[in-house]
């Protein structure tokens, strides 16, 4: 027997979980499955801005050796560019390090921040690579509530109450998935000045900041933190639909003073795998040096808006569900009321879902959310697909008790 070490034993990563492998055996035996599982845009139609895809083959001559562990020279200086925009001026080029996306950069500074048993704060629901990654390397994952009743704003009593003398970062997803949740500048400020308090590395993932309905406007944390350090993310995957690419970045901000030996630690650990995948580099300069082409899609007559105000009106409408106005990002978090639908295992509600209606959804719980009272839905296809499953969606529930 060949077992798995027990370093995954806390290891979980549900969006491609068991249901995923069941919605696949039910494609292989014949069956259509309307996939609203996964952030992947291209697709669902929105596809890479030729420009970029341009850019990244007429440099594929120029990318054939290894580089810079921390990136090409002209993508670190666009991300110092693009930071500077929005208000994170402190920033160096050694500062900057590109990655195979936001998750390896994630896996990087959690393997090397923490020592067993130290604990950094994630908000629930999360990102669940977030929490699987502090477990992976030795850590605890504590959760702090965002509060639906506050359109999922994040609970800060709650949050300051986890603190503990082992706690070692603050986590903040911003826009959040899968909430799409966007946080004001006023909380924004508070949660700096929590974890500068406390002196926790703060780490805000912005994966989505492009993505964002109804005039609301993306602030990052960094730009209000000077006594702590601070490290943002984001990456080609969502904002410029090239997740296929494998591109993200990391800037570290703030208060380097007493944080020399994790660098290098990073630094260590980015030099291991030589460098990130280089191809794809070449297309972050094109990327952020020009206006977001997703922008668009956003916008009253945008097929992202559109798309979004289609999903959470007919999800209202069934009977015993209630969904929160994403204000950014393609996820929604809905309820599922529990004095309608008896839920004990929101797996097994998903699963049921599935098997009856061919739609493949997340459970909640699958964000670290601890009740099973929620579901996510990603909202790309496009509205003649996301309309008609939602009402296969409705029609079935309508008749559904529970698991
Ligand atoms: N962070 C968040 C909040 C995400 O939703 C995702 C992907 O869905 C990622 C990071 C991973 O991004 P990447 O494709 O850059 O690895």
């Not at 496009?382 to 529970?402: C, I, K, M, N, Q």
Request: glycine share 6%; with cysteine.
């Amino acid at each position: 027997m060949i077992r798995k070490s027990s370093k995954l034993n806390q290891v979980n990563y549900e969006i491609r979980g068991p249901i995923f492998e069941k919605a696949r055996e039910l494609e292989e035996a014949g069956h259509n499955i309307t996939r609203l599982n996964i952030g992947n845009p291209a697709p669902f139609g929105f596809t890479t801005p030729t420009e970029l895809v341009n850019e990244i083959v007429q440099n594929l001559v120029h990318a054939q050796g290894y580089i810079d562990t921390r990136g090409l020279p002209a993508a670190r200086e666009a991300i110092r560019r693009y930071s500077a925009m929005k208000g994170i001026t402190d920033v160096r080029m050694e500062d900057i390090y590109v990655g195979n996306g936001v998750s390896e950069l994630i896996m990087f500074t959690m393997q090397a921040l923490l020592n067993d048993g130290d604990e950094v704060l994630i908000p629930s629901p999360d990102y669940p690579l977030w929490t699987s990654a502090v477990n992976l390397a030795g850590g605890r994952a504590v959760h702090y509530r965002c509060d639906e009743a506050s359109d999922w704003m994040p609970d800060l009593a709650d949050l300051e109450s986890k603190i503990s003398h082992r706690t070692k970062a603050l986590v903040v997803i911003n826009p959040n998935n899968p909430t799409g949740a966007v946080y004001s500048e006023e909380l924004l400020q508070k949660m700096a000045k929590i974890a500068e308090r406390h002196r926790l590395v703060l780490y805000s993932d912005e994966i989505y900041d492009q993505i964002l309905y109804d005039d609301t406007v993306h602030h990052s944390i960094a730009s209000y933190v000077k006594e702590t350090l601070c490290v943002t993310m984001n990456g080609l995957s969502k904002n410029s639909r090239a997740a296929g690419f494998r591109a993200g970045w990391a800037v570290v901000s703030g208060r380097r003073a007493e944080a020399k030996s994790y660098l290098e630690g990073l630094t260590t650990l980015a030099s291991m795998r030589l460098c990130s995948n280089v191809p794809t580099q070449f297309a972050i300069t094109v990327a952020l040096d020009s206006p977001s082409s997703i922008r668009q899609m956003t916008l009253p007559q945008g097929r992202l808006r559109q798309q979004r105000d289609l999903c959470i009106e007919k999800l209202n409408q069934i009977e015993g569900i209630s969904c929160v106005m994403p204000r950014g990002a393609f996820y929604a978090f809905p309820k599922i009321d529990l004095k309608r639908f008896r839920v004990e295992n929101d797996q097994q509600f998903i699963l049921d879902i599935l098997q009856e209606t061919r739609i493949l959804l997340v459970q909640g719980t699958g964000f670290n959310w601890p009740e099973p009272d929620h579901f996510r839905v990603v909202f790309l296809p496009p509205v003649e697909t996301l309309g008609p499953a939602l009402d296969r969606l409705g029609s079935f529930l309508a008749s559904y008790r529970g698991t």
